[in-house]
């Protein structure tokens, strides 16, 4: 099998895992009892655990290899998902949230840059958007597919899970579990890795080389004005889109009432990624249409993105919203392909996951921010208030596109070609 499809069936297949509970997972924290704050809280802990630990997991994967690391993720995934599933209480469930941070930590600079690392030794030269552009296309579709089954598996066979003490979306997590365990065996079968001569073999000598390698990259990141500018644009989307995953279910349940059943979440959810995979499609026509830089067509995308989180802030009927965050997603999904080629443009592989984890910190840090800030706002004045703050944070945040330089990426849109 092709490095390409390899890569695509094995990421496609994690996050169908994450997926599954996405639909159900602010509304778990309703059912054990939680309020819109302390939902907020819990994820903002998550944020923080990857925040703690992004650049020194990153590390890891650059000295260790990135098969192992990512391995450990996912038994990190497992013991988070039986902490959640088990919780009785808010201090229990932010500690299977911390987990979910660790593992999510491990993973995100592992498996990307394998993939490419493999695809840079097999194909130099070769066209890394067009690659990166096909799996932000199977991956949200993989997700949509995993929602619609989230969100069905508690109306089917929550039922069951009562009878256990436990409510119907632990069958989620149970699912979920048993997909980390397939995971797991597939990965250590098919996962080859070569890895690099800069890598040591011994884990004593990785943890000797990682804080050099850490303080290296740090360095390299804030130096590097391309770098830095495309760091502080994550960390904004970070900030406003934390607003919108952690409410949407709240704010749709209110829309819809309290006898709304948890297929339509599952529907919203499997629709929001599937619109994400139709934006990844229309990224090449779009971008040979408007014929622009990269930092132009990311800037216009970004101020869009600001201006439908506005209008989805404003919406109180349910095909209004449905709507709205369709062609949200949509345009999200779009620009997923330059922006991740941008930032692999400026790297190489002796850092390639440290960097890779420092903008998921980025990522992590303004959710961190993000969670706290609008499980404030929507506690005490409302959902769509915090919806129109993040929308205004996006819009401000394309400009800082205009400052990648063009002779620091490749000044043309057109050669997308996914």
Do not use: C
Request: charged share 10%; aromatic share 12%; no cysteine.
């Amino acid at each position: 099998m092709e490095i390409t499809a390899r890569v695509h069936h094995h990421q496609s297949l994690h996050w169908f895992i994450i997926g599954l509970i996405l639909p159900v997972s602010s509304l778990f924290m309703l059912e054990k009892g939680l309020n819109l704050q302390e939902i907020g809280l819990v994820f903002a802990v998550s944020s923080g655990a990857v925040l703690l630990l992004e650049l020194p997991t990153g590390g890891l994967s650059d000295v260790l290899g990135r098969k192992r690391v990512y391995q450990l993720s996912l038994l990190f995934l497992l013991g988070a998902v039986v902490l959640v599933m088990l919780s009785w209480n808010l201090i229990s469930l932010l500690l299977g949230y911390v987990l979910f941070g660790a593992a999510r930590a491990l993973s995100s600079g592992s498996i990307d840059a394998w993939f490419v690392d493999e695809f840079n030794r097999l194909e130099p030269g070769g066209d890394l958007n067009s690659k990166l552009a096909k799996a932000n296309i199977y991956i949200p579709l993989a997700m949509g597919i995993s929602a619609l089954a989230g969100g069905v598996l508690p109306d089917w066979l929550g039922s069951y899970t009562t009878h256990f003490g436990a409510g119907i979306y632990s069958i989620n997590f149970i699912a979920m579990a048993l997909m980390i365990m397939l995971q797991y065996v597939l990965t250590a079968r098919l996962v080859v890795e070569k890895v690099h001569t800069s890598r040591s073999a011994r884990m004593t000598d990785g943890f000797r080389q990682l804080p050099q390698l850490v303080s290296d990259s740090v360095r390299y990141g804030i130096k590097q004005t391309a770098v830095f500018m495309l760091l502080l644009a994550t960390f904004a989307w970070g900030f406003a889109f934390s607003g919108l995953e952690t409410y949407w279910q709240p704010q749709v349940k209110g829309i819809l009432g309290a006898g709304s059943a948890t297929w339509q979440f599952g529907l919203l959810t499997a629709g929001y990624f599937i619109s994400a995979s139709i934006g990844g499609l229309s990224t090449s026509p779009v971008a040979r249409w408007l014929n622009v830089p990269f930092r132009t067509l990311l800037l216009i995308a970004r101020v869009l993105l600001g201006i439908l989180f506005l209008v989805l802030a404003a919406q109180s009927g349910a095909l209004g919203f449905t709507v709205f965050y369709f062609v949200l997603f949509m345009t999200n999904g779009m620009v997923s392909a330059p922006d991740a080629t941008l930032f692999n443009e400026q790297l190489d592989e002796s850092n390639r996951s440290t960097m890779q984890s420092m903008s998921s910190l980025f990522l992590q840090l303004g959710g961190l921010i993000g969670s706290v800030v609008h499980g404030y706002i929507a506690q005490n004045a409302s959902i769509s208030i915090t919806w129109y703050i993040a929308g205004g944070v996006l819009i401000a945040s394309g400009f800082l596109y205009m400052n990648v330089r063009p002779s620091d990426v490749k000044k043309s849109a057109s050669v997308l070609d996914a």
